[in-house]
């Protein structure tokens, strides 16, 4: 079973770019494909995007602009950077693995890490 | 954007009865092509992560307890759990995944009544 673990700062102030790695064990992060998704507090969540170690992505419009993801395969891990953050981005982020044989739906989440914004 | 709709936002049954959640998307998200509908439901506990229970509109992820079931096509999909279970207690989100971006619908609370 393939364990996600997200890591990253959890406060930010406005215009700053938020920097989360996920770390992944049980698989390799060459084989599926990888997603981020967010959850504002009290709210559902929100799809990021996905992304392939191939470099087959693909991002949600609304954030497109802004995001940035990057693999390491010595360590394991991919990332997330998006830049320019407001309070809007203040949320639970979590990465999750893309379900083999699923379409795109996602089988398998990291624990969550909050992100707050906030001068 | 595919927007999706779920009702209620939140209801109560008591336990050993069924549950129906529903969800509507706003354009069809079955591909005629290989006659998938491209939806997923997924149950959420507080300080949680969502857990994928159904894909594919009505298949069951492994593990799952069979008194959970998904249905529909095209525009109108419903989860049911036949016989309330006390760990049922949780949100729960159906999400397309037919276009991008991925969107989910705003949840519906499950409680005991």
């Known amino acids: 079973q393939v364990q996600l673990q997200e890591s990253g700062p959890g406060l930010l102030k406005p215009s700053e770019t938020l920097s989360l790695t996920c770390t992944v064990s049980g698989g390799s992060i060459s084989s599926d494909y990888w997603s981020w998704i967010r959850q504002p507090p009290g709210k559902g969540p929100e799809w990021i995007g996905y992304l392939h170690y191939s470099g087959n992505t693909r991002y949600n419009p609304s954030l497109k602009s802004r995001v940035t993801v990057s693999f390491d395969r010595s360590n394991n891990q991919f990332s997330l950077r998006l830049n320019s953050v407001t309070a809007a981005d203040t949320a639970v982020y979590y990465c999750?693995?893309?379900?083999?044989?699923?379409?795109?739906?996602?089988?398998?989440w990291g624990q969550g890490t909050l992100v707050t914004v906030s001068s | 954007d595919i927007v999706m709709t779920q009702s209620p936002d939140s209801l109560a049954v008591s336990l050993g009865e069924r549950a129906t959640i529903n969800c509507k998307s706003s354009q069809s998200i079955l591909y005629s092509s290989n006659n998938n509908n491209y939806l997923a439901w997924y149950q959420q506990k507080p300080g949680q992560p969502p857990y994928l229970l159904i894909y594919?509109?009505?298949t069951r992820e492994s593990g799952v307890p069979d008194r959970f079931s998904g249905s529909g096509s095209g525009t109108n999909f419903t989860l049911t759990i036949s016989s309330l279970q006390v760990e049922d207690v949780a949100v729960y989100y159906c999400q397309q995944y037919h276009s991008a971006p991925h969107t989910f619908g705003q949840g519906t609370k499950l409680q005991i009544k």
């Open positions: 594919w509109a009505s």
């Open positions: 999750a693995r893309v379900l083999r044989g699923g379409g795109w739906s996602l089988g398998d």
